[in-house]
């Protein structure tokens, strides 16, 4: 059975999965909820908008995605507040990106109305998805993948945008060790970096491997020409904090525009903390640790929040950092959780109830 709502046509389970979960002990993108939001893209224009059951995906071995990875993604969450209401933040930020990811990788983009509408709709039907335990929420996974057929290096004619959700709990535990990178390259001037292309993260996981293996759990990019300059923590942006300033770069071609990275200046600026946004360098950290100056350093993103740095190596030295009382990365993660669960006070218009 179908119906349509507004201009959605929506296919429900005929069974909900969701009495399998145990939403006390969720892990971190490995379940599903019960239906997805699908729109493919064919003869020049997105079709019909849908929210059907959740399902596998069936493609062509020619499909284009398999051999020149057109695909793009965004990563957002809802949260369920005391009265129960569900919440986004910031929302049209990951829809506004999602189209720039699109364009740099020559996809169609996705209209900005019917990207919100697919998202309520969806969120409306699997409201009871979203978990309400400390730190959980419901993980939004919005991609496009090339579709159409053929072995031609060529842009394709055919794309599917779909939306699925993860219950999920916390992203990381405790600290990481970080090492700074000087021989692999995230992101370079003129490429893809700043976009959410599958192939970047990709590109990670050898030299995030070979960091694993030496003792450390992350690795802190540098920028490809000189490897002078610390530009993102992984697949997180970076924030550090010398003496009582908190610093992080420019954002770039190869500098990924983090929406909490944003918050989080915006935030820090409104707790009175001094923010300067600008270049790293790798031997101002060396500097500033020997001083005792280096007080924290962490990673920024929607998954982990914020994700606390204990030490970094360096061309085989370690400099940890020391441990904290009334850290700025608890305060600003205090800060930027309460907005986003419903806790306290909106103060910039970040919250986003579907209702
Ligand atoms: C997604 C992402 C971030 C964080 O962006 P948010 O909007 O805060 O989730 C930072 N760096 C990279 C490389 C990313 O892919």
Not at 106 to 113: H, K, S, T, V
Not at 181 to 206: C, D, H, M, T, W
């Amino acid at each position: 059975m179908s119906v349509a709502t507004g201009n959605i046509v929506i296919k429900k389970v005929s069974k909900s999965r969701i009495s399998e979960i145990d939403f006390s002990n969720l892990a971190f993108g490995q379940q599903f909820s019960d239906h997805m939001f699908v729109c493919d893209y064919k003869d020049g224009k997105w079709q019909q908008s849908q929210v059907i059951p959740f399902q596998n995906i069936s493609l062509s071995p020619s499909s284009k995605i398999f051999h020149y990875g057109q695909s793009i993604f965004e990563g957002m969450k809802a949260y369920k507040n005391e009265n129960g209401e569900t919440l986004l933040f910031r929302p049209l930020e990951n829809q506004k990106r999602l189209n720039i990811s699109a364009k740099r990788l020559a996809i169609p983009e996705f209209p900005e109305e019917s990207f919100m509408e697919g998202l309520e709709a969806l969120l409306k039907i699997d409201k009871d998805w979203i978990p309400t335990t400390e730190g959980s929420s419901l993980y939004i996974r919005p991609f496009m993948l090339a579709t159409g057929n053929g072995f031609h290096a060529s842009p394709s004619d055919e794309y599917k945008f779909v939306i699925a959700t993860s219950p999920s709990g916390a992203y990381f535990g405790g600290e990481i060790k970080v090492l700074i990178e000087e021989k692999y390259s995230r992101s370079a001037n003129g490429g893809v970096g700043f976009a959410k292309a599958g192939g970047n993260y990709a590109g990670q996981f050898y030299p995030t491997q070979l960091a694993k293996e030496k003792g450390y759990q992350q690795v802190i990019w540098t920028d490809d020409n000189t490897h002078e300059y610390i530009e993102e923590a992984g697949a997180m942006n970076i924030f550090v904090r010398i003496g009582d300033t908190l610093l992080t770069g420019p954002t770039s071609d190869r500098i990924l525009d983090g929406i909490t990275r944003k918050s989080i200046i915006t935030i820090a600026e409104d707790e009175g903390i001094k923010v300067e946004v600008r270049k790293i360098k790798v031997s101002e950290l060396i500097e500033a640790s020997k001083k005792g100056e280096l007080k924290e350093m962490f990673g920024a993103g929607t998954a982990a929040v914020i994700s606390p740095i204990a030490g970094f190596g360096h061309r085989g030295e370690d400099y940890d950092l020391p441990e904290m009382e009334n850290s700025y990365a608890s305060r600003l993660k205090k800060r930027i959780t309460d907005i986003q669960y419903g806790k306290t006070e909106d103060k910039f218009g970040w919250r986003y109830p579907v209702k």
